[in-house]
């Protein structure tokens, strides 16, 4: 199994900013694409907000271009997410993502972090 961990959310006024990160660890798992999806209240669906591949190809949601960053540190199997320019709307749980499979097969499977709470007061 592939376990993640995530860390720094927190509570921020509009116009502030957050970085998170998440920490995927497992034995041996070859970690692939790493992302971060979040869920905001009121039963919305989970939706992609950033996700980058294994040579640092990222994709970014339509809401977050050029507030958020996403970056990842192969060797410590960690993804981050720079959040800046914070608007209520992004208040939300956010959830760490990331592909995995055996080194000796071809199928990846998707493991999700617990989610961290982004609060954004305005």
């Known amino acids: 199994q592939v376990q993640l961990v995530e860390s720094g959310g927190g509570s921020v006024q509009t116009g502030g900013s957050l970085n998170l990160s998440c920490a995927a660890s497992g034995t041996a798992f070859v970690i692939g694409a790493m992302g971060w999806y979040r869920q905001a209240p009121g039963g919305k669906q989970r939706e992609l907000v950033a996700d980058i591949t294994s040579g640092g190809t990222s994709n970014y949601a339509d809401s977050v271009k050029g507030r958020f960053t996403i970056s990842r540190d192969n060797a410590k199997n960690t993804v981050y997410l720079q959040l800046n320019s914070l608007e209520p709307e992004d208040t939300a749980v956010y959830y760490c993502?990331?592909?995995?499979?055996?080194?000796?097969?071809?199928?990846?499977?998707?493991?999700w972090g617990r989610g961290t709470q982004v609060t954004v007061s305005s």
């Open positions: 993502n990331c592909r995995a499979r055996r080194p000796w097969a071809r199928t990846e499977y998707d493991y």
